[in-house]
């Protein structure tokens, strides 16, 4: 799982297979971000899950959030190639804060 | 086409000089943010600006400091280069500052300080 000052991780899957990234927050948040960020490239928002939300979709992909364990992750069914990329999460620090603490992402690898 | 333009792409300064990092968003947004990803570490928040008003600052050095000469812009001026400022800096915007805002990044300007 990925929060704060954590190293990046790597993971490497085959294409087809189905990964989970967890992230874990220390405060209360209101929302999560999941972002990707392609090599040379800025951060892309994937998907965003307020905390009124258990589960949000879009695509292959599903993010989940767990309020009570502060925990939030983010599943690619049949992963391809494509998918290679970093994966942060990112919260506001505080309850309504605007000041986005990101996570120290996961490196995933799709090979084919 | 790009919506948020960071230019320019890559930068090499020598130590002690001064640097402006350029940002232009094209998305109507309302709220403007810079971000510092170095080597290995999280994204870590730098400013961010609502209506060209300056809303928070997280960095420590006053040797930073954002200009916003009109609302789909906010420069970074970087002054006394040291080497620790080599980084990736990042721009970004949301339709308004807040966190259940979208955001969206600018494709960051490199900085290497020798």
Redesign the interface.
Known sequence: SQW??E??QALSIQEGEDVTMNCSYKTY???V?W?RQDS??????II?I?SNEREKRSGRLRATLDTSSQSSSLSITAAQCEDTAVY?C???AKA??????????TRLKVIA | DPK?IQKPKYLVAVTGSEKILICEQYLGHN?MYWYRQSA??????MF?YSYQKL??N?TASSRFQPQSSKKNHLDLQITALKPDDSATY?C?SSHH????S???????TRLLVI
Do not use: C, W
């Open positions: 704060g000052e190293n990046l948040t209101t929302v971000h972002y040379g490239r800025g951060p892309a928002l965003l307020r942060f990112a919260t506001d309504g804060n605007y000041k986005y603490v990101f996570g120290a992402g | 948020i709220a290995k570490k999280p994204l870590e928040f961010s809303m928070d997280q990042f970004a500052r807040g966190a259940n979208d955001y969206t990044f600018g494709s960051g």
